[in-house]
């Protein structure tokens, strides 16, 4: 199977986020699903490869997740969803939540910050995976992926991340989110 890029073109002009940004990112996760296509038909010569593989092809979901989450479009979370009360259920308040995921994202390091849902328990994670392949919890679903590596901010806020996260959090698709959630029965 060749596996082939989805288009986020339509995140062009999203607000806090430059197209030059946007255009660099898309292009670091071309290499990723150029790289797993490679892998993926060398795999069965040279089996030492299987140890790159993860972290190409996380690579690639992972951005596909993250993308896929961004809207140009300012939206709120909707508060009588399922998504919403679990949060609120799991957390103790949405601000609770918010306030952890947002201090995960602003640890020192390059990584992933992404809100699981262990569907055995029942219960929602934010969790910092620092690598793409290191980290993940087995069985969990990813619903929201925001991705703290420097490509996804330095251009438009250097060293502040805090202000990239700020912005991440007003381009948040929440149907998406809540779309993967739903897909998931519990």
């Keep these: 199977m060749i596996y082939e890029p989805q288009n986020f073109d339509h995140l062009l002009g999203t607000p806090g986020f430059s197209d030059q940004l946007l255009k660099n990112h ?3 996760y071309q290499g990723y699903i150029n790289n797993t296509n490679k892998l993926s038909e060398t795999l069965s010569e040279d089996v030492e490869l299987k ?3 993860g972290w190409e092809f996380n690579g690639m979901r992972l951005h596909e ?4 989450n961004i809207t140009k479009e300012s939206q709120k979370v909707d508060q009588t969803s399922k998504f ?3 949060i609120v259920s799991n957390f103790g308040s949405w601000e609770n939540w918010e306030k952890d995921f947002k201090a995960t ?3 020192r390091g390059i990584g992933w910050v992404i809100l699981y849902l262990d569907p055995k328990a029942n219960r929602f994670f934010n969790v910092w995976v620092n690598e793409h392949d290191l980290g993940h919890l087995a069985g969990a679903v990813p619903l929201l992926v925001m991705d703290v590596f420097e490509h996804a901010y330095m251009l438009d806020y250097e060293l502040k991340r805090a202000d990239y996260i700020e912005v991440f959090f007003k381009a948040i698709n929440w149907q998406t989110v809540t ?3 739903n ?3 519990v």
């Design 26 to 28: 898309f292009t670091l």
């Design 51 to 53: 140890r790159r593989f």
């Design 65 to 68: 997740y993250y993308f896929g």
């Design 84 to 86: 919403y009360q679990k």
């Design 105 to 107: 994202g602003a640890m």
């Design 179 to 181: 779309s993967r959630l």
């Design 183 to 185: 897909a998931v029965t």
